[in-house]
Structure formats: structure tokens, C-alpha cells
């Protein structure tokens, strides 16, 4: 028997779980987030080991969901000292890289530059590259910085422009330096996807940090056979070089790997999933077996971005959220918590907070710790607290619904016991064995995947053909990444016709993401 | 005369996208901007329409395109430098002040970006007091003004200087231009003197804008009355409704997005049922099968908890939202005026009674 353990940091919790070749969950632990994520990582995976007592050398893959690159954004800690190149002049010349960001943040960039360059909506160019100037630019960056970031007008129609440079920088700077360009990393809009290319380039540090670690803690503890991954937030996993590469793309893995994790358990096509931590509940949709993709701009650490984010809504609600009668005799639950502190904090534990799990306690929806101690808790008291969380989960049930049809919801996390069981709006609400760790359990069994991009010329093979063979190529590197052939699947396809470029061309993008091997 | 600095442009971006009464688009890009060019410049002068001699040649400044296509080459900021030549040049007269055409989204931090760029001062006044479709929809129309000579230009450098026979040929030759210049160009219209600009201009159009989006940000800081209530005596707006998203139909024609939003009543509304037509703006309100708002009124979709103005590309399935009319700039009750904005110019089947009035009778 083979296994596979996957983690997940979280900002109470880190969890961790091993399953077995058959998917079954053969361990599961649960212990407060430490100061030092190493550390707690480690702690983690001494404990599961011990309850589970498997033979560790058989332990083949390990998963690590983590939200280092989130709070290294939002506390402006650990970033690396960047350049900037933006290619695009004369367009976009009217607004100034990082115009809108904080200052504190604003000090990762060493230097800028805005050069002649870039495409028309339909790949015409602007202007030619200017060479020169990118060479001279990166000559000036050369020993002041360890990642530059470049972005280009319409690079998501074409990016031939990023790739030359990237070149010309590769040249200039040597092959040790980080590059991020815009065209891996955003879609449509050029400020918000050279804004999460600037955050990619400069979280290549805490990246290199937390992919070392992991590696470390895990050939500390003997999992010397264990090939290791990341997760992303779009469902599957990440080499640890591709982590390097594209770090952002971990951010938001946590809610991600929920939902995976809920659609694992219960495998439900189409649903909506309620996941309830201590302190946030954060609500998302399953389709197809992956989360539903947000269509509008996501703010990180202040900084507008349009990379694909998992569409999901987040609530100040959870297990620990503290409950407080009003003047005007309402009772409101959360935003504030006791987060972690709920086992020393909450009435039912012994405490003199009364909280979301109080509720559930005093009303008989949950049995935890002792209920003798909230029998004191006025009935019309508790009825007004639990008639308050149930409306604020069904209205953002409603708000992350496209229609008013009602759909299966699925709830997990371990604060997930102060939900009501009926919920307006819902055909039907589980709560699955294992629903704990789920989102440990989403990242274990994450899939692989393959992305394929190129521009196809239509005139000398048919359209059909093209993209069967592109589908091909995704599937072929899908595969490359460590996925099992028989079970890949095409997850994604993009096809932009770029109008004025020879030959009826289109830029083709096809992802394609199956299970590991 | 004031000045405008970056923490005016914050308010004003917000006032003027509740001003475009569903359309206007997000003025994020536009914002980036006007703070670049104040950032760069100084600060910008706003000046009454008083303040401006009769005589002096006063010109709006926009920029057409698409959206999408702005959000990717931006501008190349030496624009307003090239349409203040082409149209000084064209009248041998020297540009005095420029005005937006329209209150929301883009068009109403563009012109801050060409005043700032260029010096030269912005006046307090625009040509619609909302957003509007179409480019003949501006109170200058009803002055008999035309839109040329117009003046375009693209961020490589190219412009144009167009006379046509009417605003219909002025549009389609504009977008024909538009697009070989790759989807998004800036433009100098319907170019005035002072005098004109006093008799159809809408008034403190961008200091009403920066008035609104302030009662806004500062909503839910009033102790003595609910949100709510000091949202609608801040905006002087009229409560239509209250309710939630329950079905979008949309439809594209042209350059335009056509669609209704269907609510379902909550808190004092519960049972009842509201309707929103919209093109681009929102064109009409309807609850329980009666109008209760038309165009040229302003009608606006605004968050219950946020109070921040939702456009028609944003509405969607379950969102909560509080149906506000605003009284429209007078001139356009006309009958010039209804000609060109009136609900029948769009199709609704009304004539166009006065929100005030038709608030009178629903109560």
C-alpha cells in the first residue's frame, strides 16, 4: 500500500491527512497554526505519523496548501527588490506602474520602465520591440535586484514581445534571475495583470523559502520516498519549480482545496459549498469538480489583480465568533472571534465567551464539551442567535447562486456544526464523514495539469483539426507533469482570433488536468 | 474657483458613477489617470460657468471606444496636448477651459487628466448631468450646437479633425476611425463659447459628482438617522424600491447593451415586484406593472449595506439593491429636450411625467 499526505495551513488551523492508493482517509489531524509555519508543518506531520503508525517509506506523495504568499503580501514582509519593464509605448504610457499602491508596498520595485512595444487588440503591433532599451534597462538592474517582472499592451492576444524580452533580460542579467511575465499570469486588463505579475516577481523569495522547508521538515522526518507538490488555486498542483516560478498562483488554495476536498467527499456535479473555520466561513461552488472562477477583479493586500481566483464569498462567521444582545434586544453573531482560543474561550469549554458553538451546544444542533454549562442560556436568547447565522449563510447562499433554483449544499470545516441542517435556497444540506480536514483532503487529492498555448494558423489546417491536435499537446504535457493518461481531461479551452495577423491566426490556450500517476 | 487634488478625484469617480445612473462603466482605469496626471502636474483648477468669459472657446473632452481596448492601452497622456492644438489651430483662437460631456465612469475623470496635463482650468458644467448612450444626447443639441467640428486622435499620434452633415455621419465616421486606430481614441466635441456654455450647460456638475460620492463614503458615520435615510436626504433622492436581483435578461444590439432586471420586493417592499429596462443607463422603473420612473429622470441601483452605485454590467442574480430616482436636469423636460431623451425616444411605452410627480401619485 501506497500513500499520499496532504496538508493544508490555514490561518487557525493546519491540518493534515494520508490517504491511501484507493482514496480512502486513513488519518486525520487537526492543531492550531504556529507563529513559524515551518514549525507548525513539522508538528503537523510528527503527529499524523504517530496516529496513523504507517511505515513512512511508503508515503509517495505529499501535498502542501499553505497562505504564506497571502500574508506575505498583506504584512509586506519577506518580498524580494524587483525591477519593472512594461513594453507598450506610445499606449499606456499615461499611467505609471504601481500608481495606486500603497507606499510601504511600492518599495519592492528598484526601478521602472515603460518601452516601445506591444500589440493591438488584434495582434498588429504598436510599435517594433525596442531591444535596445530593454537591454539598456536591465543593464541598469543588473546586481540591484533578484526578479524582474514584465508586462506588455495585449500580451494575452500575443506575447511575443514579453518572451523576447525575457530573453534579452536572461542575456544581460544571467540565467539565475527570476522572471515574471504578464502573459503566465493575468487575463484582459493591463494594470491589474501587471499588477499580480509585480506580486509574482517579488514573492519568488518567501516561495524558494516555504518550498524548501516543506522539503526539508519532510526529509527530516524520513518520507525520503515522497514526491512533493503544491497546491494551486485553481485545483491541481504545482511542481515545486513551477511554485517557484509562479508563486501567486497559491494564493486562495485554501478555500479552493475546500471545495475539492467537499466534492471529494460527496461527489455532488453541481453544489455549493459552506466551509466554517473558527473565525470566516467562506462559501464557493462546485462545477465540474472544480471551483467556479471569478469574473471580476480580486483585491489582494490592497492591489487590484485579475489572475483566476476561485469565485468564492467570505463571511465573519464561524465556530468561535462571539454573540452579543444589542441595545435595541437583537443578537448579532461575529465578525469578532475567538478564533483558536475557542477550547479555552467558549462557554461549553469551560469559558466566559459565548459563542456561535455555544448556540449550537444550548440548542441541541451540536453535543461538544460540557452543556450543562450553557443550560443557563435564555431560550429566546439563543433562538434570535441562531435565527441570526442562519440568515447570514442564506443570504450569501443566495448571492453566490446564478439562479434562484435551489441547489445541494454541502458543509464542511470544523466549525460547520453551528449551521442550521435546512437552509432556504437549498434542495438539500450534508455534512460528510471526514468534513474536518477537508481541505487537507482536497489538496491530497488534487490533480495534475497541462497548459498548452500557441498561435495556430486556421489557413493551413482546419479549426478542428488544430485544436484536436493542441488538445493533444495539453494532454501530452499533462501527462509530463505526472498524470495518469487515462484519466486526463481538457478543463479548459481559450481561443482568441487575432484579426489582423497573417494567415486567420488564433492564440489557443487548452488546459488539461487528469490524476496523478 | 477651487482646486482638485488626488482626494477630490476618489469622490468625484464614485459621485459621478452613481450620476451615470447604471452605465458609465467602472472609472478604475480612468481614475489611474487623473491621479498620474495630478501626481504629475499639480493640481487641477475648477472653475463656475460664471467664471468664464462669453466669448472664450470652452471644449468638452472625452474618450470613445471600447471599454476592454482602454483597459489594455490606456492612454498615452500627450493626447490632450494634441486635440488642444488641433482645435486652437482649427479656430485660431486658443482653448480657454475644458468640461466633460457626461457625468459617470471614464468620461468623467478624462477631462481632469487634459486639464491637468495642459494647465488649463475645468469647468464646473457638463452637457447631460448623467451618463446617455449616444452622442447627440447632451443638452448642447438642444442649443442647436453640432458635435463638429470634432477633433480625434489615437495614443501613436494620428488625429483627425472631422466636419460632417450630421451627428449620425459624425458617429459613424468616428468609429469607423476608432477602430483602424485599435479600439480606443480620445476626442475634442462639440467645441462652444462661453455664452453657450452659461445658457444649456448643466451647473457644479463636478462639484454635485464629488458631493455625492463623499455622502457616500461617509454614509453609515450620520448617529441620528439609519443609513439609509441620510443617503436619500444627502442625494435628495426619491425611494423607488427596494428589493432583490431575481432574474437578468440581457441582450446585445449595436453598441449597446440592452436588458431588464426583474426584483423582488424586501423589507417594506415584500410582495411587491419591480422591473429596471436599461440600455447602457437604466431607461425605466416599473413596480406592480406602473411606472414609477422614466429618462431623462435618473434611475439608480445603489447596495443596501455599501450604498455604492451598481451599473448595469454588474447586476447580477441575489444582489440586494435600493432603487433611487434623481430628479433630472431640468432643460431636459422640455420638448426638445424629450425628443431626444424622452422615455418614447427609447422605446418605452409612456409619455414622460415628472419623477416628482409620479412620486405624488404612487403615494
Excluded at chain 1, 52 to 80: F, P
Excluded at chain 1, 361 to 388: C, I, R, T, W, Y
Excluded at chain 1, 440 to 459: H, M, N, R
Excluded at chain 2, 206 to 217: D, F, H, P, W
Aim: glycine share 10%; charged share 20%; hydrophobic share 40%.
Amino acid at each position: 500500500m501506497q500513500y499520499r499526505l496532504g496538508i493544508d495551513v490555514g490561518g487557525t488551523n493546519t491540518d493534515a491527512v494520508l490517504i491511501d492508493e484507493n482514496l480512502n482517509v486513513v488519518a486525520e489531524i487537526k492543531q492550531p497554526t504556529s507563529e513559524d509555519v515551518y514549525t507548525g508543518i513539522l508538528c503537523a506531520l510528527r503527529s499524523i505519523l504517530q496516529v496513523s503508525k504507517i511505515d513512512r517509506s511508503l508515503v509517495t506523495k505529499a501535498m502542501l496548501g499553505t497562505t504564506q504568499c497571502t500574508n506575505a503580501i498583506v504584512e509586506r514582509k519577506h518580498l524580494a527588490k524587483i525591477g519593472i519593464l512594461r513594453i507598450g509605448a506610445p499606449a499606456a504610457e499615461a499611467i505609471p506602474p504601481m500608481i495606486d499602491w500603497a507606499e510601504a508596498l511600492q518599495t519592492v520595485a528598484v526601478d521602472t520602465a515603460i518601452i516601445g512595444g506591444g500589440y493591438e487588440y488584434d495582434g498588429k503591433e504598436i510599435a517594433p520591440l525596442d531591444q535596445e532599451a530593454a537591454k539598456a534597462f536591465f543593464l541598469s538592474l543588473k546586481g540591484r535586484v533578484q526578479a524582474v517582472a514584465i508586462s506588455c499592451v495585449f500580451a494575452s492576444v500575443r506575447n511575443d514581445h514579453e518572451l523576447e524580452a525575457a530573453r534579452i533580460c536572461r542575456k544581460v542579467m544571467g540565467e539565475d534571475i527570476h522572471i515574471s511575465i504578464s502573459s503566465e499570469i493575468g487575463s484582459m486588463g493591463l494594470v491589474e495583470r501587471e499588477n499580480a505579475t509585480i506580486l509574482n516577481a517579488a514573492l519568488h523569495q518567501v516561495a524558494k523559502t516555504f518550498t524548501d522547508g516543506f522539503a526539508e521538515s519532510l526529509q527530516q522526518e524520513g518520507l525520503v520516498n515522497a514526491e512533493l507538490y503544491l497546491s494551486q488555486n485553481d485545483g491541481t498542483l504545482m511542481t515545486m519549480e513551477q511554485a517557484r516560478r509562479y508563486p501567486i498562483l497559491t494564493i486562495a488554495c485554501g478555500p479552493t482545496n475546500s471545495i475539492r476536498g467537499a466534492d471529494y467527499l460527496c461527489s455532488i456535479q453541481e453544489s455549493v459549498v459552506i466551509d466554517v473555520g473558527g473565525t470566516t466561513t467562506d462559501i464557493g461552488v462546485i462545477q465540474n469538480g472544480f471551483p467556479r472562477e471569478s469574473g471580476v477583479a480580486v483585491t489582494i493586500g490592497g492591489v487590484r489583480t485579475n489572475f483566476r481566483m476561485p469565485d468564492v464569498i467570505s463571511i465573519g462567521l464561524g465556530g468561535g465568533s462571539i454573540v452579543q444582545k444589542q441595545s435595541d434586544g437583537s443578537v448579532t453573531v461575529g465578525p469578532e472571534s475567538v478564533g483558536y482560543q475557542i477550547t479555552q474561550k467558549a462557554l461549553v469549554f469551560g469559558g466566559d465567551t459565548i459563542t456561535a458553538t455555544d448556540l449550537a451546544v444550548a440548542s441541541g444542533l451540536a453535543n461538544l464539551g460540557d452543556p450543562a454549562k450553557v443550560a443557563h442560556l435564555d431560550a429566546d436568547f439563543v433562538q434570535k442567535g441562531l435565527e441570526a447565522i442562519k440568515m447570514m449563510v442564506e443570504d450569501n447562499l443566495d448571492a453566490i447562486k446564478i439562479s434562484s433554483d435551489p441547489m445541494d449544499v454541502v458543509l464542511v470545516g470544523g466549525g460547520s456544526l453551528i449551521i442550521p441542517k435546512t437552509l432556504l435556497g437549498a434542495k438539500s444540506v450534508q455534512t460528510p464523514p471526514h468534513h474536518g480536514t477537508a481541505n487537507a483532503i482536497g489538496s491530497a487529492i488534487s490533480k495534475v495539469s497541462g497548459t498548452y498555448e500557441k498561435l495556430i494558423s486556421f489557413d493551413k489546417t482546419s479549426r478542428e483539426e488544430a485544436l484536436q491536435a493542441a488538445k493533444q499537446e495539453a494532454i501530452a504535457l499533462a501527462v509530463k507533469s505526472g498524470a495518469l493518461e487515462e484519466t486526463v481531461q481538457i478543463i479548459d479551452v481559450e481561443d482568441v482570433p487575432l484579426a489582423y495577423y497573417p494567415g486567420n491566426t488564433s492564440r489557443v490556450k487548452i488546459k488539461a488536468a487528469g490524476e496523478l500517476a | 474657483m477651487r482646486t482638485i487634488g488626488l482626494k477630490e478625484i476618489e469622490d468625484i469617480a464614485l459621485g459621478a458613477s452613481l450620476l451615470g445612473a447604471g452605465g458609465g462603466g467602472d472609472p478604475y482605469i480612468g481614475k489611474l489617470m487623473a491621479m498620474s496626471a495630478i501626481k504629475e502636474y499639480g493640481p487641477v483648477s475648477l472653475i463656475s460657468v460664471d467664471e468664464i468669459p462669453d466669448d472664450e472657446l470652452i471644449v468638452p473632452m472625452a474618450m470613445m471606444g471600447a471599454p476592454t481596448v482602454l483597459a489594455e492601452k490606456a492612454a498615452n497622456g500627450r493626447e490632450a496636448k494634441a486635440l488642444y492644438d488641433l482645435v486652437s489651430k482649427y479656430f485660431g483662437k486658443k482653448v480657454y477651459a475644458f468640461m466633460p460631456m457626461e457625468a459617470g465612469g471614464f468620461n468623467s475623470m478624462f477631462p481632469i487628466v487634459c486639464a491637468a496635463t495642459l494647465g488649463l482650468p475645468l469647468v464646473d458644467v457638463d452637457g447631460m448631468g448623467r451618463a446617455f448612450p449616444e452622442l447627440q444626447m447632451v443638452t448642447f443639441s438642444i442649443g442647436g450646437v453640432s458635435a463638429t467640428p470634432m477633433a480625434l486622435t489615437d495614443e501613436k499620434g494620428n488625429a483627425v479633425i472631422f466636419e460632417t452633415i450630421s451627428n449620425k455621419w459624425t458617429e459613424e465616421l468616428a468609429r469607423a476611425v476608432t477602430m483602424s486606430c485599435g479600439g480606443s481614441v480620445a476626442v475634442a466635441l462639440y467645441p462652444m463659447n462661453g455664452k453657450t456654455v452659461k445658457k444649456y450647460g448643466v451647473r457644479d456638475i463636478v462639484t454635485r459628482s464629488e458631493q455625492l460620492g463623499k455622502a457616500i463614503r461617509t454614509v453609515k458615520k450620520s448617529t441620528d438617522k439609519s443609513p439609509e435615510e441620510t443617503f436619500l436626504s444627502f442625494t435628495g433622492g426619491y425611494r423607488l424600491f427596494k428589493g432583490k436581483i431575481s432574474d437578468v435578461v440581457r441582450e446585445t444590439r449595436g453598441a449597446f447593451n440592452f436588458g431588464t432586471v426583474l426584483l423582488d420586493g424586501i423589507a417594506d417592499c415584500k410582495g411587491k415586484e419591480a422591473k429596471v429596462e436599461f440600455q447602457n443607463e437604466n431607461l425605466s422603473a416599473i413596480v406592480d406593472g406602473e411606472y414609477v420612473a422614466t429618462v431623462p429622470d435618473l434611475i439608480c441601483l445603489v447596495d443596501t449595506e455599501t450604498f455604492l452605485p451598481v451599473t448595469t454590467d454588474a447586476l447580477k442574480y441575489g444582489k440586494r439593491v435600493l432603487v433611487v430616482g434623481l430628479p433630472c436636469f431640468p432643460l431636459w423636460r422640455c420638448a426638445e429636450g424629450l425628443e431626444l431623451v424622452g422615455p418614447r425616444y427609447f422605446g418605452c411605452d409612456t409619455d414622460y411625467i415628472p419623477l416628482e410627480e409620479r412620486f405624488e401619485e404612487v403615494k
